[in-house]
Every structure is written in structure tokens, then in C-alpha cells.
């Protein structure tokens, strides 16, 4: 127990780095607030003005897609800050010190989550601004954020692992943008996921993200009435399959990310 004290302990001290960072570099902080202010106008005045949702506002529609679209994307922070902190030497500055071996890859995940929430709430307030509403209470949009947040977070240990295993964090964007784009837009995000070529059809309604925008509208209560049923089981129980995938991507990656962290030296 008193192992984890300290574990957690040199984990909230990267944390706490990382996040300070923002106020002395406030072009982090820029990137993440604009970005999502950008997609939410870019998507709703310009889609929003060509695409109809029978019975339904698109851009109520549009706003749990941009969500997860978001979140997802800025996941590469974390890939690219661990990248970062092995070209310059900071991870074998780390590495010298008395600290847990796990702290910097869980610091920076957890530091991550701040970049997220700051997303988000900016995302909702302009939403709001473009006519997104919420139907079904505080407690179910809690529960949506809270599952964007936590799907966000585990795409996070994806990233760790990659800026752990590459040179730059350009790579990182590089490879994190091949990934991601399709990930993202091969899904119900922007278009209902019935609309698609049959081939990609099948990939969005099994893809992770389409289930967490599908969970987070149904928890938004931003799904119109008469809207058919999906017909997959992971549309039919969107915040189940999410939880279920998040799960999974953290148990697999988060053993990943720290063993390439122990193995990983500094790159100059």
C-alpha cells in the first residue's frame, strides 16, 4: 500500500507539472479552447445548412458527435507532450530521480483529462450558443460527459504508448492523424450511421465512437422522436458498449505504455 501511496503520490507531482505548463506556455491552452469552438461553428453553419434530421435538429444532432470528435483528437496531446519530454531529456531527468517508473505516463494521462473537461465546457457553451439543448436532465448529461471523458482518457493510453515508441512529436501527429481521422469520421459523428456505404456502414456501428456519440445524444436526449431503432447491438446499448471498450483500451494500453516507458531511454 505504502508503494501506491508514493506511485500516486510522484503521479499528482507530474500532473501538477504538466498543468502549470499551460500557464507558461498559454498556446497549449489557445489550441485546446479554439479547436473545439471552430469544429462546433464549422460543422453547424456549414452542415448544418445541407443535412436534414427527420423530426430533429442537426445541430442538436451535430453537438454529441463534435464531442467525441474532439476528445478524441485531443488525445494526441498526450503522445506528442511524452514525445516532446523524451527529445529534450526531460523523461531522463525523470528517469534519475527516486519516483515511481509508472509516474510520468499516468501523470500525463491524468494531466490530460484538465485539457479535456477545458474542451468540453467550452464545446457545451457553444453549443448552446448554436441551439444545443439538453432534454433529459443534469444527471443523464453527467453521465454523458462523464463517458466522453472517459473514453477520451483511454484513447490517451493509446497515444502515451505511440510518443513512447516514436522519435518527434510530429511523428506522433503524423501517425495520430491517419488513425484518427478515419476513426472519427468513419462513424455516426456527423452523418447517422444508416446513411453510409454498406462496407462502412458495418465499420461505423461497431466502431468505439460511434457508440459514445450514439450514448452521449441518447443521454442528451438529443435522439428526435420517431428516430427507428438501431438495429446492432452496439447502437442499441451505446453506454455499455462505450464503458465496455474504454475498459478495454485502458487494460491493454496502460501495461503497454509504462513497460515501453521502462524500456525507453532518452532520445536526443
Known amino acids: 500500500m505504502e508503494l501506491i501511496a508514493y506511485a ?16 507558461r506556455v498559454p498556446e497549449i491552452l489557445l489550441t485546446v479552447l479554439i479547436s473545439p469552438i471552430i469544429f462546433v461553428l464549422l460543422f453547424a453553419y456549414v452542415f448544418g445548412s445541407s443535412i436534414d434530421i427527420p423530426g430533429g435538429s442537426y445541430r442538436e444532432f451535430l453537438v454529441g458527435g463534435t464531442f467525441a470528435l474532439t476528445l478524441t483528437f485531443g488525445a494526441t496531446f498526450t503522445g506528442a507532450g511524452l514525445a516532446e519530454d523524451m527529445q529534450k531529456g526531460i523523461v531522463a531527468r525523470f528517469r534519475s530521480l527516486p ?14 483529462v484538465i485539457y479535456n473537461v477545458l474542451s468540453l465546457v467550452v464545446m457545451a457553451g457553444v453549443g448552446l450558443l ?13 453521465l454523458g460527459f462523464g463517458l466522453l471523458l472517459l473514453f477520451a482518457y483511454a484513447v490517451s493510453w493509446i497515444m502515451a504508448y505511440v510518443g513512447l515508441s516514436v522519435p518527434s512529436p510530429e511523428v506522433v501527429n503524423g501517425a495520430a492523424s491517419t488513425v484518427v481521422f ?19 456502414r458495418i465499420i461505423a456501428e461497431w466502431n468505439p465512437v460511434s457508440a459514445v456519440t450514439q450514448a452521449a445524444r441518447e443521454l442528451f436526449g438529443n435522439i428526435p422522436a420517431g428516430t427507428p431503432d438501431p438495429t446492432v447491438w452496439p447502437l442499441q446499448n451505446p453506454v455499455l458498449y462505450a464503458a465496455l471498450c474504454s475498459a478495454v483500451i485502458i487494460a491493454v494500453f496502460t501495461p503497454l505504455a509504462v513497460r515501453k516507458y521502462k524500456q525507453t531511454g532518452s532520445r536526443s
Open 8 to 23: 500516486f503520490a510522484d503521479g499528482f507531482a507530474v500532473a501538477r507539472r504538466n498543468v502549470i505548463k499551460i500557464v
Open 99 to 112: 519516483m515511481s517508473r509508472s509516474a510520468v505516463v499516468f501523470g500525463r494521462t491524468a494531466s490530460d
Open 130 to 142: 448554436v441551439g444545443w439543448r439538453v432534454h433529459n436532465g443534469i444527471g443523464s448529461a453527467l
Open 182 to 200: 478515419p476513426m472519427t469520421f468513419i462513424a455516426n459523428t456527423f452523418v447517422p450511421a444508416e446513411n453510409l456505404p454498406t462496407v462502412l
